[in-house]
């Protein structure tokens, strides 16, 4: 399958600091992006989707100015925690598509702890 | 809207024992439907899936799943476990065009004892 690059692994950062996360599609061109957040003991919730070149749209509850979604080129797409704090820390995990393949790939994904 | 229900949040099996993790759906038309692996701190990975065609998939690591309209149910099956196979496991429903945003289950966690 095709092969999508989250980085970092890991994050910590402090309380009121900001944090970007990247996700890279590696040998295919990723026209949808999607941003998870995964609680602790809880499944996977979409945040966001974003398409290259256009504005993300939100899934309700996910505040669009705390969390600013970036998809500038085809094969990259980035994740912006503005402001952290401790309540936003979570796993986060992308998923790109080439809107060809039935399906889309996900990321290893990101451990973020905001202390 | 589409969603899925996965009953059983743990599960606990003896290596060599046979697996069946239990997942519903609901979607009002043909469903792309998704098992995924999680290892923990892990991202995800796919071991299935199902869009159309025969109703029993093959995945990878031994691991197949059944689709059964009737019951809006597809359960993942594995004849034998493996201490490596130790994991969450994440059933989950596509939107129409397969490769749109996916809603996840909540998760099986899979311990396999010795």
């Known amino acids: 399958g095709a092969v999508v690059s989250q980085h970092p692994s890991r994050v910590i950062c402090k309380s009121g600091t900001s944090v970007k996360i990247e996700c890279r599609s590696l040998?295919?061109?990723?026209?949808?992006m999607f941003w998870y957040r995964q609680f602790p003991k809880k499944s996977l919730m979409l945040m966001a989707t974003s398409n290259e070149g256009s504005k993300a749209t939100y899934e309700q509850g996910v505040e669009k100015d705390k969390f600013l979604i970036n998809h500038a080129s085809l094969t990259l797409s980035t994740l912006t925690v503005t402001s952290a704090h401790p309540e936003d820390s979570s796993f986060y995990i992308c998923?790109?598509?080439?809107?060809?393949?039935?399906?889309?790939?996900f990321g290893q994904g990101t451990r973020l702890t905001v202390v | 809207a589409q969603s899925v229900t996965q009953p059983d949040i743990h599960i606990t099996v003896s290596e060599g024992a046979s697996l069946e993790l239990r997942c519903n759906y609901s979607y009002g038309a043909t469903p792309y439907l998704f098992w995924y692996v999680q290892s923990p701190g892990q991202g995800l990975q796919l071991l299935l899936k199902?869009?159309?065609?025969?109703?029993l998939v093959q995945g990878i690591k031994g691991f197949e799943a059944e689709f059964k309209r009737s019951q809006s149910s597809f359960n993942l099956r594995k004849p034998s476990v493996h201490w490596s196979d130790a994991a969450e496991y994440f059933c989950a429903v596509g939107d129409s065009g397969g490769y749109q945003k996916v809603t996840f289950g909540t998760g099986t966690k899979l311990q396999v004892i010795p």
């Open positions: 199902y869009f159309s065609g025969d109703t």
């Open positions: 998923s790109g598509t080439d809107g060809v393949n039935t399906e889309a790939f």
């Open positions: 040998d295919f061109q990723a026209t949808t």
